[in-house]
């Protein structure tokens, strides 16, 4: 297999790409260069179950194949609620909604909190209602909750269904 030359930003946009083929949910890219020698960027998406996640992860390893990348280390691949996989300078986590929304890796690195779900979309396929955390609402309105460099998030949404 010959060796990539893509950079980070190229890994990024590839697997973004990859994710979005696979109609992965509410697509994040967060952009970590300068905070933490971890990785330049953790891409974020999610799964409807636990098929999906793995066809998603499927889907970005053999986007990245083609490109001449192979995963470093993938982990959580036979439980396929939440699929890490490390491609050094970029690390993608495909998750179940329920766990991305447990973990909450958007608010843990940059303060905000993941995109926006649509709840009565998500529940028609057996994901689940999801409640509303009056708390962080009502800091938000005081605005006790500081906010975050929007250029460090991209947003990829999936079309609606």
Known sequence: MKESTL?????????????????????????????????????????????????????IMEAMEKQGIRQRRIEGYSEATWILLDYGDNIVHVMAEEQRSYYGLEK?????????????????????????????EDEEAEGDIEATDESDVEHHHAPAA
């Open 7 to 59: 950079t980070s930003e190229e890994r990024r946009d590839a697997i973004v790409g990859a994710a979005e083929d696979k109609k992965a949910n509410y697509i994040t890219a967060l952009d970590l260069r300068g905070k933490t020698l971890i990785s330049d960027f953790f891409i974020i998406c999610s799964g409807t179950s636990n098929i999906h996640i793995r066809s998603v992860a499927d889907g």
């Open 108 to 136: 843990l690195w940059t303060g905000q909190a993941p995109p926006e779900r649509e709840p009565e979309r998500l529940a028609g396929m057996g994901i689940g209602e999801f409640e509303d955390d009056e708390e962080d």
